[in-house]
């Protein structure tokens, strides 16, 4: 919730006045505070209780609870927010100085990279478990070998021994994503049959 709710904070904290450019943000504050109280259960007052709650654009027509508990839902998401809000000025009241020379940075720049954040603040305050360039290493080559462990061979999808070996990688990711799906699908019917019966 503080990352979404940074940008009107920023304004708030830096421009001294708020814009309806975060009027999204606030939109998906409000949904995940909603669905953390009244779907998953995480405040105390309302205590382990799950109501689902209409999507955006229906209705709804049959009320799952009170009144009174409709108002603590909204008097909990109303302290949910606040409490977020609150965290998120300070971090950035606390960082005023860092904001201010990636907000000068963004004005020479449109785009930062890791680089950049880096020369501006510094290395992160804890060490990373693995680097960019090891995650996307191998990543993205038409020669990439996708074929599947020998120990592996046939297991949900996978080309069993004496099939055919694709000769497009791609087409074949799609036709294993698909067997795999089907599968998924076949197994979540019949346990929906099993559990009905």
Same mark, same amino acid.
């Given at each position: 919730m503080c990352a979404m709710l940074g940008g009107r904070v920023g304004e708030q904290l830096f421009f001294r006045r708020v814009t309806t450019g975060a009027q999204d943000d606030l939109r998906k504050v409000n949904?995940?505070?909603? +669905?953390?109280?009244?779907?998953? %259960? @995480? &405040?105390e007052k309302l205590g382990q209780v799950s109501f689902d709650l209409p999507c955006p654009g229906e209705t709804l027509v049959e009320k799952l609870f009170s009144e009174a508990t409709a108002q603590l839902i909204d008097e909990e998401v109303r302290r949910l927010i606040g409490s977020a809000h609150a965290r998120t000025l300070d971090r950035l009241t606390c960082c005023h100085e860092q904001v201010d020379k990636v907000a000068r940075r963004l004005l020479e720049k449109k785009v930062l990279e890791r680089a950049d954040m880096?020369? !501006?603040? =510094?290395? #992160? $305050?804890? +060490?990373?478990?693995?680097?960019?360039?090891? !995650?996307?290493? =191998? /990543? %993205? &080559?038409?020669?990439?070998? /996708?074929?599947? $462990?020998? %120990?592996?061979? %046939?297991? #949900? *999808? =996978? $080309?069993? +021994? *004496?099939?055919?070996?694709?000769?497009?990688?791609?087409?074949?990711? @799609?036709? @294993? /994503?698909? #067997?795999?799906?089907?599968?998924? &699908? #076949?197994?979540? @019917?019949q346990n929906n049959i099993d559990f009905c019966s």
């Open positions: 949904q995940s505070a909603y +669905a953390q109280i009244a779907q998953f %259960g @995480i &405040s880096v020369e !501006l603040l =510094g290395l #992160r $305050p804890f +060490a990373e478990k693995i680097t960019y360039k090891e !995650l996307v290493e =191998g /990543t %993205g &080559s038409l020669e990439e070998d /996708t074929a599947l $462990p020998e %120990g592996l061979q %046939g297991w #949900r *999808g =996978g $080309p069993a +021994a *004496g099939e055919l070996e694709w000769e497009n990688p791609y087409l074949k990711k @799609i036709i @294993i /994503t698909l #067997r795999m799906k089907a599968k998924d &699908s #076949r197994e979540v @019917i």
